[in-house]
């Protein structure tokens, strides 16, 4: 019977029934075992007559440093697409120089917004901008004297992006379930200094939760999490988990 120490988080696969999978390094990580059963009671003992087992229930939480798109699109069900795409680009501000700023973009048509303005195809007036879009550069100009040179000016606007990855969620999507296995490195000593093996734990069949958040406080590193709830596999075997132990050797 082996015998040793776990002093890491695991390592996950995810495959899912839409034929996704995913891999994660997670930074802390657990799988439980648990369920809910119903007590009996009689009226002349001071103890249960009976307990009776109702459900069982595996929960796996994981928590991982990295973000990826596809531990967004495991989490929301929706469907990656890496092609070019309109993107939105904001927050930079460009100095005005003789009513005119030039940005390093060539900017989709018709989509810069600049606040208090209204962009015009015909002559300039007071509160609009033209747009000129040139090649790797576009050049917005303003009505004379709207600004003076030497102000920042932060438009927003879009770019066609070639390379561009992008996740589309529907209102029809909703996270799927698959295979969850879970690989956590076994040691020889409870300081986690040799691996000796790992323990392998494959849930055949989990829901994956709805619930994810991106974000995080000003220069710390965001972490993503993922919850799985194990359901019936409806195996014709029965088997609801597994549970191994692979020698270092063979891995």
Do not use: C, H
């Amino acid at each position: 019977m082996k015998q040793g120490f776990i002093v890491d988080a695991p390592k996950a696969l995810i495959l899912t029934s839409k034929g996704d999978s995913a891999v994660l390094s997670a930074t802390s990580g657990e799988i439980s075992f648990g369920g809910d059963s119903i007590t009996i009671n009689g009226g002349w003992s001071a103890y249960d007559l009976i307990e009776i087992d109702t459900t069982s229930s595996i929960e796996v939480a994981l928590t991982e440093a990295e973000w990826k798109m596809s531990n967004m699109q495991l989490t929301t069900g929706g469907t990656v697409v890496t092609g070019s795409a309109d993107q939105y680009y904001f927050g930079d501000a460009y100095i005005v120089a003789t009513d005119e700023i030039t940005i390093p973009y060539e900017v989709v048509t018709g989509s810069v917004r600049i606040a208090g303005l209204t962009e015009v195809e015909t002559t300039l007036a007071t509160t609009n901008f033209k747009v000129v879009v040139g090649t790797g550069s576009t050049v917005i100009t303003f009505f004379a004297s709207e600004f003076v040179a030497g102000s920042e000016i932060s438009p927003s606007f879009k770019v066609a992006v070639t390379a561009s990855e992008t996740l589309t969620v529907t209102t029809q999507d909703a996270p799927t379930s698959g295979e969850v296995v879970l690989q956590f490195p076994v040691y020889g000593d409870e300081n986690g200094v040799d691996i000796e093996g790992y323990l392998q734990i494959l849930v055949f069949k989990a829901k994956i939760g709805r619930a994810n958040k991106v974000g995080g406080a000003y220069k710390s590193a965001s972490t993503f999490d993922i919850t799985l709830r194990g359901n019936d596999p409806r195996r014709a075997d029965k088997k609801m988990f597994e549970v191994s132990y692979i020698p270092v050797a063979v891995v």
